[in-house]
T-cell receptor, first 111, second 113 residues
Framework: KQEVTQIPAALSVPEGENLVLNCSFT??????LQWFRQDPGKGLTSLLL?????REQTSGRLNASLDKSSGRSTLYIAASQPGDSATYLC??????????FGQGTELSVKP | EPEVTQTPSHQVTQMGQEVILRCVPI?????FYWYRQILGQKVEFLVS????????KSEIFDDQFSVERPDGSNFTLKIRSTKLEDSAMYFC???????????FGQGTRLTVV
């Protein structure tokens, strides 16, 4: 059974820092992986989708990497801003099509 | 920009009552999903729907749950007889094709009292 784990559970950084969020999954037979942002009490905003055949995907200050064989993905945020404060969720899509989520990393960027 | 919309944003219901949660997926999307998030827990898959049929469902999605696409735009989740443990945020999502990027709505917070 696929399990997705995200570490750390919470992270607080000063504005301007570069940071890395980690996601690991137990079954490497994934179709793709999607990173989301969730603001308190709100929905999920898609940030990046990375296919199982890809190693990296970039969008603005965000860069996601994927190492399928080791069951890991990272989300790199460059030059963090207070507006980046949110919970970041990693989800893997299995061969059946459903997304399996991690528990998220709660990020706080202090001005 | 196209988005998934959900109504209502909040619903309070008494235990044993039926509720219908509504969603309008993005118009050219073919795959529709319901997920839920119990407070403090992971987002978990409930059901996927394609071509007017359930394509996959989780163990949570028992006989108390049903989904429907009653017309060309709406996608609904019905809970027939709500239980306290059904209290959660329910998210609708859609994707253009199988395995492509999923877009989520803002959620409906369901509180069963």
């Amino acid at each position: 059974k696929q399990e997705v784990t995200q570490i750390p559970a919470a992270l607080s950084v000063p504005e301007g820092e570069n940071l890395v969020l980690n996601c690991s999954f137990t079954d490497s037979a994934i179709y793709n992986l999607q990173w989301f942002r969730q603001d308190p009490g709100k929905g999920l905003t898609s940030l990046l989708l990375i296919q199982s055949s890809q190693r990296e995907q970039t969008s603005g200050r965000l860069n996601a990497s994927l190492d399928k064989s080791s069951g890991r993905s990272t989300l790199y945020i460059a030059a963090s801003q207070p507006g980046d404060s949110a919970t970041y969720l990693c989800a893997v899509r299995n061969q059946g099509g459903k997304l399996i989520f991690g528990q998220g990393t709660e990020l706080s960027v202090k001005p | 920009e196209p988005e998934v919309t959900q109504t209502p944003s909040h619903q309070v219901t008494q235990m044993g009552q039926e509720v219908i949660l509504r969603c309008v997926p993005i118009s050219n999307h073919l795959y529709f999903y319901w997920y839920r998030q119990i407070l403090g827990q992971k987002v978990e898959f409930l059901v996927s729907f394609y071509n007017n049929e359930i394509s996959e469902k989780s163990e949570i999605f028992d006989d108390q749950f049903s989904v429907e696409r009653p017309d060309g735009s709406n996608f609904t989740l019905k809970i027939r007889s709500t239980k306290l443990e059904d209290s959660a945020m329910y998210f609708c999502a859609s994707s253009e094709n199988w395995g492509t990027e999923a877009f989520f709505g803002q959620g409906t917070r369901l509180t069963v009292v």
